[in-house]
């Protein structure tokens, strides 16, 4: 109900704005919704030893709502801001249970000189994944390029950076972003604020991204380092690089972090990806890639499992399209845990809307 009312008063307030040349506001969304088949793992594609059947949002892309606006100000200046929120389209209920705007939440300025904007917002080895993934950031939460280079779910049961949880880093509240293009170079600059009571840098955030694209080259790659509330440090870092050729883009990206588990206890994590979309035909996409994750941890041995992601994609319309998916993981090592399958199969049948 509180969702509802929220956009009820968000779509109310826009109509006039809407009506006016001189708006700037949009409200925006996905929506998608699956059939999804799995053996070795469950609904929410952790490892088990048996299988499911279900409804599942955003295998294609995430579900949300948004709203975006612009306003010039003059000489050159703008202002800026994006409210946006994850669904769960299977259930009718908000992605993060805490946060209502979870997937942006935000105000800046910019100008020729690029954009400063202020709030909760993604990290920069999310945006420097985002052109070179294999698979083009879909997937969410099985994508290991999501999940673990950019550390969405990086499963090490503590908070690094100002998240707000303990699950990943992917997003980072009360940070500040600059964003800067000349010509074929984006530079991004990026701080966030721990504002811990304990210490100023504790839980804070910094780090820097570079890309370059031109032509049908994207090179695209940022590093950075995340604080815990105990001062231990999170160090990630990503390249990529897509190539256009003819109507095959192909794609390339790999990650690395290490985080300070403990005083003593080191968790390093990488993430080797390389696929490919061709548009077969006008309506057709087809994208084939495959994602090798490896694991160690003092203490303990190596371990990580090799995943592969297909997807076809029919497009309708300009908004509309179907789209199947299949993917396979083998585990290595025990990753997946003494009791379960050392495979896993996924399928995937679902419509994707924008709007």
Not at 25 to 40: E, Q
Not at 266 to 291: E, I, K, M, N, P
Request: glycine share 12%.
């Amino acid at each position: 109900m509180q969702f509802q009312r929220i956009a009820l008063a968000a779509a109310a307030a826009c109509v006039p704005l809407l009506a006016s040349a001189q708006s700037s506001v949009n409200i925006y969304g996905i929506a998608d919704l699956g059939i999804r088949h799995t053996s070795g793992m469950t609904a929410a594609n952790a490892p088990s030893p048996s299988s499911s059947n279900g409804v599942a949002s955003g295998v294609d892309n995430t579900s949300r709502f948004g709203l975006r606006g612009r306003e010039d100000l003059g000489g050159g200046l703008h202002a800026v801001f994006n409210l946006e929120t994850g669904l769960n389209l299977d259930t009718g209920t908000q992605a993060n249970a805490t946060k209502f705007f979870d997937r942006a939440a935000i105000v800046g300025l910019g100008g020729a000189w690029g954009t400063v904007t202020a709030g909760r917002q993604t990290n920069l080895l999310a945006d420097a994944i985002s052109p070179v993934d294999p698979i083009g950031m879909r997937f969410a939460s099985f994508n290991p390029n999501i999940a673990t280079t950019a550390l969405s779910s990086h499963g090490l049961g503590i908070e690094y950076g100002p998240a707000g949880a303990n699950s990943g880093s992917y997003r980072l509240d009360n940070s500040l972003k600059y964003v800067g293009r000349f010509g074929p170079v984006t530079a991004r600059a990026m701080y966030g604020f721990g504002e811990n009571a304990a210490g100023a840098n504790l839980q804070s955030s910094r780090g820097a991204g570079l890309a370059y694209a031109a032509g049908d080259l994207t090179l695209s790659g940022a590093y950075q380092n995340f604080k815990s509330p105990a001062g231990l440090d999170l160090d990630a870092a990503t390249l990529g690089a897509a190539y256009q050729l003819g109507s095959i883009k192909l794609m390339a990206n790999t990650g690395r972090s290490k985080a300070e588990t403990t005083a003593t206890a080191r968790t390093v994590q990488r993430v080797h990806s390389l696929g490919g979309t061709w548009a077969a035909t006008s309506a057709l996409d087809l994208t084939a890639s495959v994602y090798r994750l490896e694991r160690s941890r003092t203490g303990s041995g190596d371990d990580g499992y090799t995943r592969a992601i297909l997807f076809a994609e029919y497009k309708l319309s300009r908004r509309s399209r179907l789209y199947a998916e299949l993917d396979r993981t083998n585990w290595r090592n025990g990753y997946q845990g003494a009791a379960n399958k050392s495979a896993a199969t996924g399928i995937t049948a679902g419509v994707m809307h924008t709007f």
